[in-house]
């Protein structure tokens, strides 16, 4: 497929780096030293150029290009961009990050809809990255959740806890400890490897556990990795911006939630907007005011400026005044590592969240969600099981044991009839099932897509 990236920022060059072994792709950016970086890392075409300028798309190829990704650092750039290819080639797919809440809303997202404004996928990191966190808000002790078949199943990240019940036990007690409860260990990882999981493998303190199970259940299967958490309440959002805002708005009616910001004119705003969540003028560092508003009583302190550094900050401090858990928002993806678990609780790179929502665009039908997990080193996908069309063998009627998969990759759970149903050995594949598998090598996503859906 000819792909046509315009930006080389985080994104667009996780984007080409993972998409450039099997496609012919061009990168356009207007920085010459982001392009040389980028060359270094992944075999591919770069131009030098200003993203929305039609002489620059003809030079990527965009007449030839059977898909544009905009995820340039300007709204107004994706969305020009976007008009501008289907002018000069109505048939490519056109598809942008579009940050700003106005242009998602009103007659703006009605002509985007509509195809008026011609953008066929759009994606709002800022949502995807609130949804995130609320996530973890609300599954207690949670590293990171994901959703599957539209809200059905979820797949959890939690770090296991001496003092968990299942510590020092088997996998396979999971359902003695939990007998109405149906669920599956996807995979585990200790001391930074992955482990393949069965029956026998025994949970060790700090391994860090993925799980399947239905909506509603993971709190349970939480539980049984660390030591009981109730439910959150009491949260601080520090900063109002857009996440901050739509986090609290989300959030509020089940939740004690305050929010600081600095800004006076915003913080006017949020409080005609919001409900029931305080709204607090300063300084997300203001060791006076954090103390003021029982920091030691918080459940969650979500720092979501747009300053890394104000970010980290502030959650060091809250941590240190005895917030529960700190979560922090790290625009730059090489300082998450440097950061996490080193009095920050949870550290996330907006970069990574939305990786998995432009990957499944970009593959079609076979793929319908994308997760990225642990900082972009594993990933887990929603593959649709179709018989082959060309009549090479397909896995459907074959049980999901005796699915031949490639090492790394392993099935967790399936929708089918609309329903979500954890992964046995026993069951047997249908066509149009919907295939949740955790993958732990990227690299052999292809050769999972061409298990359940073989051309």
């Known amino acids: 497929m000819k792909i046509v990236i315009l930006g080389a920022g985080a994104v667009g060059s996780t984007l080409a780096t993972l998409l450039s072994e099997e496609n012919d792709l061009v990168v356009v950016d207007h920085d010459l030293s982001a392009l040389h970086r980028l060359e270094e890392e992944a075999d591919v075409k770069t131009l ?15 007449q030839e290009a059977d898909m544009m990704v905009a995820v ?8 020009v961009s976007c008009m501008i290819a289907k002018v000069l080639n109505k048939s490519v797919k056109t598809i942008a990050r579009v940050r700003e809440i106005s242009y998602l809303k009103g007659k703006t997202k009605e002509a985007m809809e509509s195809g008026e404004i011609p953008i066929d996928i759009h994606i709002s990191p800022e949502q995807l990255i609130t949804e995130h966190i609320q996530g973890i808000i609300e599954i207690p002790g949670s590293l990171q959740v994901m959703e599957f078949g539209q809200g059905k199943l979820n797949l959890v990240a939690v770090r296991a806890v001496e003092g968990g019940p299942m510590i020092g036990h088997e996998i396979g007690d999971l359902k003695k400890h939990m007998p109405k ?11 930074g490897e992955s482990i393949v999981p069965s029956g026998s493998t025994v949970i060790d303190a700090d391994d860090e556990v993925f799980f399947i199970s239905k909506k509603g259940e993971a709190s349970k299967v939480v539980n049984e990795m660390r030591k009981k958490e109730e439910p959150y309440k009491n949260i601080i959002i520090a900063g109002g911006g857009k996440i901050g805002s739509r986090l609290a708005k989300r959030i509020e009616d089940d939740h004690r939630v305050k929010i600081i910001d600095s800004n006076h004119e915003r913080a006017k705003r949020l409080s005609e907007k919001l409900e029931s969540s305080i709204v607090l003028e300063g300084n997300v560092c203001d060791k006076g005011l954090l103390h003021d508003e029982n920091i030691e009583n918080t459940d969650v302190f979500a720092a ?9 900050m502030s959650c060091l401090l809250a941590k240190e005044m005895g917030a529960h858990k700190v979560v922090a928002l790290i625009n730059n993806p090489a300082y998450v590592d440097l950061v996490q678990n080193k009095g920050i609780d949870i550290a996330i790179a907006p970069s990574q969240i939305t990786i998995g929502t432009f990957l499944a665009e970009i593959e079609g039908k076979d793929v319908v969600r994308v997760h990225s997990l642990r900082k972009g080193a594993a990933e887990a996908i929603e593959a649709v099981a179709k018989e082959s069309a060309s009549g090479k063998e397909s896995s459907i009627g074959k049980e999901l044991g005796d699915i031949n998969l490639p090492e790394g990759a392993t099935i967790g759970a399936l929708i089918r009839d609309d329903k ?3 992964a046995h050995d026993h069951v047997h594949l249908r066509e149009n099932d919907h295939v949740i598998v955790f993958l732990t090598n990227k690299k052999v996503i292809k050769q999972v897509k061409d298990t359940f859906a073989p051309k």
């Open 304 to 312: 979501v400026t747009n300053d890394d550094e104000a970010n980290v």
């Open 48 to 62: 030098l150029g200003e993203a929305s300028y039609p002489n620059i798309l003809v030079k990527a190829g965009i």
């Open 181 to 191: 409860i149906d669920t599956r260990v996807a995979a585990i990882f200790r001391k």
């Open 420 to 422: 979500g149903k954890i």
């Open 72 to 79: 340039t650092a300007s709204d107004e750039t994706n969305i």
